[in-house]
């Protein structure tokens, strides 16, 4: 009987059918099911148990009492902590003033997921900040950094991978060396920047970017590994005049990266 007179209340007032009705109010509104019934002057457990029966599940309702709870904008707020890298349950819960463990279900009731896979995808992110960090303050590796960042500027993907106890970085599935000089070498008038045991690293490196480095200037000669030599790269300094073997090459970025 109750059934009969809510759905034809709902179809005369509301020009729906039931379900429908209570699928735009339960998940579209998010109402509360005392104020679904007052629409319909019926009782709100019956509502709560019609809602249950038709499978419709209020995931908005725990957003809205958490924000009557904690204030208007608590749920951003809630987000915008626990995405920090560094943060985790521990940090919204001390914001918010509850426990750890209830910070846990607010966020499975928020993002309608378990905690556990955000937690083990932040340790992944914060392993490689630490590592990229590292690298960043290391001024062996300074150079190799900001190679990466440059090519990353133009949509490069790239990655410094660990081997041994030396460092390789691979950009578009390309092995590419790094090499600097930084006391270029005057010969019969001219400056010249070398750069020894190229040939050890050649069965291993796709390109190399050799790095002329003094204390005004910094050139970067994008070479392929078929246009080094076997054992002693001389590049002539870009400023003095006169043609030089691998001028070409300098700052050819785009020999690794199309984009660049």
């Not at 040939?199 to 790095?211: A, W």
């Amino acid at each position: 009987m109750q059934i009969a007179r809510t759905e034809c209340g709902v179809r005369e007032a509301f020009c729906i059918d039931p379900y429908s009705f209570l699928k735009e109010k339960v998940e579209k509104e998010g109402l509360f099911d005392y104020e679904i019934a007052s629409l319909l002057d019926v009782n709100s457990a019956w509502i709560g148990k019609l809602r249950k029966a038709l499978g419709l599940n209020n995931s908005k309702k725990f957003l809205r009492r958490f924000e009557r709870k904690y204030g208007k904008g608590a749920v951003r707020r809630f987000k915008e902590i626990i995405e920090k890298r560094e943060n985790g349950l521990s940090d919204v819960a001390r914001y918010f003033g509850f426990t750890r463990e209830y910070a846990r279900h607010a966020y499975k009731k928020i993002y309608g997921r378990p905690y556990t896979l955000h937690y083990q995808k932040k340790l992944t992110e914060r392993k490689r900040y630490r590592e990229h960090q590292r690298l960043v303050k290391s001024k062996r590796m300074k150079s190799l950094v900001d190679i990466q960042e440059k090519l990353a500027s133009c949509g490069a993907k790239t990655q410094i991978v660990k081997r041994g106890r030396s460092y390789v970085m691979e950009v578009n599935g390309k092995k590419v060396a790094v090499k600097v000089s930084k006391k270029p070498i005057k010969v019969n008038g001219k400056l010249y920047y070398h750069f020894t045991n190229v040939g050890c690293k050649m069965s291993d490196s796709d390109i190399f970017v050799c790095i002329c480095a003094s204390k005004n200037k910094r050139f970067h000669f994008v070479i392929p590994n078929d246009a080094m030599p076997k054992s002693t790269l001389s590049i002539k300094d870009p400023d003095d005049s006169g043609p030089g073997k691998y001028l070409k090459y300098l700052e050819a970025w785009n020999l690794i990266a199309a984009t660049c």
